[in-house]
């Protein structure tokens, strides 16, 4: 189970309850199936079945759904001229390896729809419908010591998306998307240094597509994809302090208390991209490792005076 709210102080809330459930031992193979559901502000159904097979069972087959709704703000000339409510839908099968036990490889191919809305903005703006489908090809890595509060350890993903007409989608485009968070320590203190870039190779109109930016951890200060475009950067540096240690007792948890920095932004066109452009977020934020799972408190600040608070149980934020 997870809680998450987000308040701007200015008038915009967002608030999502999410859950999981994980069947596992379906079969004398192995098969899983787990499916993720989001109520709220940003909704969310996501099903995949996850059968093993092969030698060791490190190969994998994994059809499965994905249905979404979020907001979209819309940018022209670097001013935000709308918002938009897109709600999308898709079908795809996935096969992989496991890479030992520290991640895994995967190729997919998916196909579905969508539409988005004007939320805020010039009513008269029609509703507009689209398609996706396409493959794309990841690799994802994870040596962390442990999944909350990691105090060892790297995470990382790179994936290649290939936007098909020939599988339904609107546009033919390429897209490349990297990250990296590694994390260490020096005594009860622990450091997290992370990139992450997202391109788009041909040209790139669809909002539907773009890489978001905002949020807790990713621009602090900034609504949850309160800026999107084909191009975006991220780099972040993040630092906690532990207090205390787990107990037997039901509230004597371990209490971190950390900070940090943030420097992104996102670029209509990759000429365009400029460290010299990139937008500084940051945060303050308490956290407590509960029974419950991680528990954030955080503030966050922003260039041109955006502020957010954030309040989350559940998985570690990303």
Do not use: C
């Not at 350890?153 to 609107?170: C, E, F, H, P």
Request: proline letters at 3%.
């Amino acid at each position: 189970m997870g809680v998450s709210l987000q308040d701007d102080f200015d008038g915009s809330t967002a608030f999502n309850l999410a859950a999981r459930l994980t069947r596992t031992g379906l079969n004398r193979h192995g098969a899983e199936w787990r499916t993720d559901v989001q109520l709220g502000t940003d909704l969310l159904l996501q099903s995949e079945f996850y059968q093993p097979f092969g030698n060791g069972l490190k190969y994998f087959v994994a059809p499965r759904l994905e249905w979404q709704q979020n907001n979209q703000n819309v940018f022209v000339d670097d001013q935000d001229i709308a918002q938009l409510r897109t709600a999308e839908g898709e079908f795809g099968v996935d096969v992989g390896a496991e890479l030992g036990y520290i991640g895994e490889f995967r190729l997919g191919a998916y196909s579905g729809h969508g539409k988005s809305r004007i939320k805020i903005g010039d009513p008269l703006i029609p509703d507009n419908r689209f398609d996706i489908g396409g493959v794309f090809a990841q690799v994802q890595i994870d040596t962390y010591d442990e999944s909350r509060f990691p105090r060892s350890g790297l995470g990382a993903r790179l994936r290649w998306d290939s936007s098909l007409t020939s599988l339904g989608a609107d546009q033919s485009y390429d897209k490349l998307a990297m990250e990296a968070l590694v994390a260490w320590s020096r005594g009860q203190n622990t450091f997290n240094a992370g990139v992450s870039y997202a391109t788009t190779f041909d040209d790139n109109d669809l909002f539907h597509e773009f890489t978001p930016l905002g949020g807790f951890l990713r621009l602090s200060g900034y609504d949850v994809g309160q800026i999107s475009g084909p191009h975006a950067a991220l780099g972040r540096f993040i630092y906690y302090r532990q207090f205390g240690e787990s107990s037997n007792g039901l509230f004597e948890v371990p209490v971190y208390l950390g900070a940090s920095a943030e420097y992104g932004n996102v670029w209509q066109d990759r000429g365009d991209v400029d460290l010299g452009g990139m937008l500084f977020g940051g945060s303050l934020f308490a956290a407590f490792d509960t029974y419950l799972g991680a528990v954030y408190f955080a503030a966050g600040f922003a260039e041109g005076g955006e502020q957010a608070f954030y309040f989350s149980i559940g998985s570690r934020p990303r």
